[in-house]
């Protein structure tokens, strides 16, 4: 190949990324996100007295996530709209709240964490805004 065609193929990839990005589909809290809450983790956070202070069974963890601050650092949010990396949630079910001032044990507590699928389509969630739809 000639450094012409490899400049076009690379001009062409570079293209095609925001496109591929723009073609996730968009992640429904109550199809998506709820359903593996309320098996994986409402188990443990069922009324909101529990550890964590969270009712994640599907009528209350929307309201009991978004725009919430971490009972166990409040300067940490559970979840900000668009903003994944600065969502305490995934640093919990991705294990790295303790480098970001959290505290307490990877989620979920006593289980294999959740799949990396489960935990990108979180993630896409949050990045598209974090809609109760």
């Known amino acids: 190949m000639t450094l012409i065609a490899y400049a076009i193929l690379a001009a062409a990839a570079l293209a ?14 109550k199809a998506d996100i709820a359903p593996v809450l309320k098996v994986r983790c409402a188990t443990c956070h069922l009324t909101g007295k529990e550890a964590g202070n969270l009712a994640l069974h599907p009528r209350a963890a929307y309201d009991t996530l978004v725009g919430v601050a971490a009972s166990e650092n409040a300067r940490l949010s559970r979840v900000v709209p668009g903003k994944p990396e600065a969502s305490y949630l995934l640093m919990k079910l991705d294990g790295t709240h303790l480098d970001n001032g959290g505290s307490g044990t990877r989620m979920p507590m006593g289980a294999p ?21």
Do not use: C, H, M, Y
Request: without cysteine; proline residues 11%.
């Open 16 to 29: 095609a990324a925001p496109a591929a990005l723009a073609q996730t589909p968009e992640i429904s809290f």
């Open 113 to 133: 964490p959740l799949d990396p699928a489960t935990r990108k389509r979180i993630r896409d969630w949050i990045v598209q805004g974090a809609k109760n739809n």
